[in-house]
């Protein structure tokens, strides 16, 4: 009786585990700066949170200077327009009536650019308006 080898096919998994945690520490260093958008210091406030439950917010920044920067679109550190910041938002409230909407301002921002922002997102279509602030 002849005893007959055969052969096993193992799968060499070692370079796929360094593959994976490069991507893994690259993901770690690139996610909190993806993540920050505009600079600005919000006002520090005690203020309720959004429910956990609810939808994605869409996100009008005001910065110090008075511009506006949006979460939606392709560039979303280049400064908009009133009618960009008007049309974006029409668009989404038009596809998903419930979406809520949040003015983020920098403390240091002009009051009249903070007006402005609440009054383009009214004259779009918004009917509540909430306020981002930081907890103290």
């Known amino acids: ?3 007959k080898r055969r ?3 193992e799968i ?9 945690l490069v991507l ?7 996610a909190p700066i993806v993540q920050q958008g505009v600079e600005i210091e919000l006002p520090q406030l ?6 956990p439950d609810q ?3 869409v996100i009008l920044t005001v910065s110090k200077t008075g511009e506006y920067y949006l979460n939606i679109g392709d560039n979303l550190k280049k400064p908009v327009s ?13 596809q998903k009536p419930q979406t809520p909407v949040l003015v983020r301002g920098d403390k240091d921002a002009d009051y ?15 009917e509540k308006v909430g306020l981002m602030t930081e907890q103290p």
């Open 46 to 51: 005690a203020a309720n949170s959004l429910p």
């Open 24 to 30: 893994l520490i690259i993901f770690m260093i690139t």
């Open 112 to 126: 009249g650019s903070v007006t402005t922002a609440m009054v383009l997102l009214q004259s779009a279509g918004v």
């Open 1 to 3: 009786m002849s005893k």
């Open 82 to 94: 009133n009618e960009t910041v008007t049309q974006r938002i029409a668009l989404v409230l038009k």
């Open 7 to 9: 052969a096993v096919a």
């Open 55 to 57: 939808q994605e917010p």
């Open 12 to 20: 060499n998994v070692v370079p796929y585990i360094d593959v994976m």
